[in-house]
């Protein structure tokens, strides 16, 4: 989120000027002017005629020049950035590789997954120029049509062929990068579902996934037939209903990471994980088949009378079908796991230590006085700290949990993204009887980003910026399981409010301020040295100024909603930076 809006600079003004000379612009500037127009009038020029040659230097040049033209400051920033995470991986792998002996590496080779994984991005950027190829050809095809119908004038509407959006990149390095980290083994089918391409048709991308994972193989790997089989399903179909029912609400390249997301807590997840993650898949299978029975009759409902007793008949089905299914369901897929009722099993689960129900009761008296506290009387904040006050919140309720009990705290945050999810649902769908309510309440919260479409993520992005590092851990209490809780409510939330009080200088070709980003680094090193306390581990100083520069980097020069990527490229960088030698 912006700190500090820079104010553009205005034209020259020359002051105590004479009668004669107000009001006129002095020569210098028109001939400035007038360069300025005439060169940018040559290189729309340039683009045109390169837009319509059809050989392949024309195709190179235009793209040369779209990519000159759409390059910034910050996205070279972001690219060093990323490139910095992927030697700290790849200087990992070749110290773990050191360690191996010769006849260990014929039958298990360190450098596998790397490859694997290098074979995944080739395959990625080769359909990324097809599709730029394409795109380029049926724009010179519509050209040429309209010049022979003597249209040539309806040229300039036509929309000229552009590259993938830029922070695409992330869409295939994070869940890449993750998977080297976590589980190397399951690289193939997370190799499948990087060659997925959402440029293109739905029934091309999955099958480029299949022939991907048949040229690659699986050998190194522990994956199974249904995970090879159904990982680009999932990913596919999981962007697909994002596309149709957010569309503009949230970018490519989230519904990317939110699709990747889906396919490693439905098919990753197993009997080796904490038994909070299991839980969290069977509730999102479970409801998630609720929720698609329960739209089914979204334009019958809609259809009615609004106030008719028809209208009010469906609307309780609605309610029964998506409650009665999800309920239902999500019993039937825990029981085998848990060995008794949901219900009862949170109860015992609560009750299991005496530090734990205290956490628990404590939560929930906060929850009952704070949290309606915040809602009544948030707009009587300033807006940047009505924003951040969540952040603080979140900080403050998880702080001395997470290391206390980081079981719990991921049952909670599971909790929270299911609560929060549906409070969604129903806040932008105006869902009788709460929706109306819901959205009046949440409307002083929201930004300029939030009002992009019908749907708002930045709360559930917020939940899963702190609940992903824990995860990547297996719920385990590590320097790298905090990374999420302290950029988000330490970090992001001073840089922001700091930053909009203290701050002058602007990152190059940015909105956000350079004293803000160092208020974010020095927030994120003190927290993180206050956690290095309650961790068995040594203290790992260079690890925790690492990351604390890189996220402070990456969140004050991203343009994109930073709530997830920046704890996960923290995290990243923090577990490379910790598992290497010095």
Not at 170 to 175: D, N, S
Not at 297 to 304: C, G, I, P, R
Not at 440 to 459: A, H, I, Q, W
Request: overall charge neutral; glycine content about 8%; aromatic content about 12%.
């Amino acid at each position: 989120m912006p700190r500090k809006d820079r104010k553009k600079p205005s034209g020259m003004v020359i002051a105590n000027r004479g009668k004669k000379s107000r009001g006129k612009k002095l020569a210098y500037q028109d001939e400035a002017s007038s360069e300025k127009q005439k060169g940018e009038k040559d290189d729309e020029q340039e683009k045109d005629e390169d837009a319509n040659e059809g050989n392949l230097g024309g195709i190179v040049s235009y793209y040369m020049d779209v990519l000159a033209d759409s390059m910034t400051i910050p996205k070279v920033i972001q690219l060093l950035g990323i490139f910095f995470l992927g030697n700290l991986i790849f200087v990992l792998f070749n110290q773990q590789a050191a360690l191996v002996s010769e006849d260990e590496k014929e039958t298990n080779d360190p450098w596998w997954p790397v490859v694997i994984g290098g074979m995944a991005l080739g395959a990625n950027l080769l359909q990324l120029l097809v599709v730029c190829y394409n795109s380029y050809k049926n724009y010179t095809a519509k050209s040429e049509k309209l010049e022979k119908e003597g249209k040539a004038g309806q040229i300039k509407t036509l929309e000229k062929p552009q590259l993938p959006e830029f922070e695409y990149i992330y869409a295939v390095f994070v869940p890449l990068a993750v998977t080297l980290l976590i589980a190397p083994s399951k690289l193939p089918v997370v190799a499948s579902c990087i060659a997925q391409v959402p440029y293109l048709k739905l029934p091309v991308r999955v099958a480029v996934s299949y022939v991907t994972v048949y040229q690659l193989g699986t050998g190194g790997g522990d994956c199974t037939g249904t995970q090879i089989v159904l990982a680009p399903i999932v990913l596919a179909a999981t962007y697909l209903i994002l596309d149709k029912f957010v569309a503009s609400s949230i970018s490519l390249t989230e519904k990317m990471l939110l699709s990747h997301l889906s396919v490693a807590l439905l098919l990753l997840v197993d009997d080796s994980t904490d038994v909070t993650l299991v839980i969290f898949r069977a509730l999102a299978i479970s409801f998630g088949e609720a929720l698609f029975l329960a739209l089914c009759l979204k334009d019958l409902y809609k259809a009615q009378k609004p106030g008719s007793i028809r209208s009010k008949a469906l609307l309780f089905v609605i309610y029964a079908v998506f409650l009665g299914n999800g309920i239902i369901m999500s019993s039937k897929f825990l029981y085998p796991a848990l060995q008794m009722q949901p219900w009862a099993w949170l109860s015992s689960f609560i009750a299991e230590s005496e530090t734990r129900s205290f956490i628990f009761k404590v939560w929930l008296a906060s929850s009952l006085t704070i949290t309606p506290a915040v809602l009544i009387f948030g707009n009587k904040f300033a807006f940047g700290m009505r924003r951040k006050i969540w952040h603080f919140a979140i900080f403050l309720a998880l702080s001395l949990p997470i290391v206390l009990d980081p079981q719990l705290c991921s049952m909670a945050l599971v909790g929270l993204f299911g609560i929060f999810s549906l409070i969604e649902i129903v806040r932008a769908n105006s869902i009788p009887p709460f929706g109306s309510w819901i959205r009046s309440l949440l409307l002083p919260f929201e930004d300029n980003k939030d009002k992009r479409g019908t749907y708002v993520f930045s709360y559930i992005y917020l939940v899963l910026g702190v609940a992903l590092p824990l995860w990547f851990n297996n719920c385990e209490n590590r320097g790298s399981s905090l990374i999420g809780l302290v950029c988000l409510g330490l970090g992001d939330s001073l840089a922001s409010l700091l930053g909009k009080a203290i701050g002058v200088l602007y990152w190059p070709e940015g909105s956000k301020t350079i004293e803000g980003s160092f208020v974010f680094c020095l927030s994120t090193v003190a927290g993180l040295c206050f956690y290095q306390k309650y961790e068995e581990d040594d203290f790992n100083i260079y690890a925790i100024l690492t990351t604390s520069i890189v996220t402070a980097v990456f969140e004050g020069n991203m343009s994109i909603n930073d709530n997830i990527l920046v704890p996960v490229l923290g995290w990243l960088c923090m577990e490379a930076s910790e598992r290497m030698r010095y």
